[in-house]
Structure formats: C-alpha cells, structure tokens
C-alpha cells in the first residue's frame, strides 16, 4: 500500500498562489507516475497535472502556463504550484501515485476555493 497525505489547500483571492504538497509513503517504489486531480461539484475528478518517474510532465489545457508540478524525490514529496488562480479552479484536489502501471493510490484531498 502507499500512504498520501495532501496539504496546502485554502482560500485565496482570484490571481492569488498556492502550492500543494502529497507526501508518499508505504510502498513507495516501483512508483511510476504522481499527479494532481480535482472535483469540482457536480463535475467529474479530472486530471490536472502529471509528472512521471522520467520527468516527463503533462497538464491539462485549463492550467497550461498558470500550474507546474514537480517533485522533491529526496522528501518523497511531490508539489502543485498554483499561480494566477482563477475561481474556476475552486475544487477539491487530490493527489495520485501510480505504481506498477495498473495501481493507483489517492490522497484524502484537500479543499482549493478561489474567491472572485
């Protein structure tokens, strides 16, 4: 099993910055990509933000150029640096570990609300 605890959530004003942070534990090797989800109400969990074992990053459309993600492999920690947040972005965002290509493991998510 691999353990994630999520922080960094909040409340911030539209064009403000936060930076998540999911710590991994457990069995953490053999873990080949870590990401960031969110849900925002009544809409479908989708993805955010990506990084693999090889650096390799994708982003979804919405948060191109306002969102990066990276990952301190030392902490076994991965981040999502969110700027010029916007209050679409308003959700609950989870972070993922995948593991072995087929297993993924969930974080307990952590509320992100933007204010207009």
């Known amino acids: 099993q691999v353990q994630l605890v999520e922080s960094g959530g909040g409340l911030v004003q539209a064009g403000g910055s936060l930076r998540l942070s999911c710590v991994a534990s457990g069995l953490i090797f053999n873990i080949n990509a870590m990401g960031w989800y969110r849900q925002a109400p009544g809409k479908q969990r989708e993805l955010v933000a990506r990084i693999t074992s090889t650096g390799s990053t994708n982003y979804a459309d919405s948060v191109k150029g306002r969102f990066t993600i990276f990952r301190d492999n030392a902490k076994n920690t991965w981040y999502l640096q969110m700027n010029s947040l916007k209050p679409e972005d308003t959700a609950v965002y989870y972070c993922?570990?995948?593991?072995?290509?087929?297993?993924?493991?969930w974080g307990q998510g952590t509320q992100v609300t933007v204010s207009s």
């Open positions: 993922n570990a995948q593991r072995l290509l087929t297993l993924n493991y």
